[in-house]
């Protein structure tokens, strides 16, 4: 599972990869290169490290 900040502070919870690479593309429109690794990696840890790196609050807990 995956925490997500969204931009208005609430925090989003996303058991679902593509669920929260929708909701990265729609509240922060992420697009290019780079993006599509992260899509691509279908991988929480990229996405975290990607976000955290923007300056987003992202946070992967292990079930």
Known sequence: M????????RYMNFTDFD???KFSEVE???EGEA???VKNSNDFYQLE?????????ADVEEN
């Open 49 to 57: 490290m990607f976000l955290n790196e923007d300056g987003i609050f």
């Open 19 to 21: 669920a929260a690479i």
């Open 28 to 30: 922060y429109g992420y």
């Open 2 to 9: 995956i925490t997500i900040e969204s931009e208005v502070g």
């Open 35 to 37: 993006w599509k690794q």
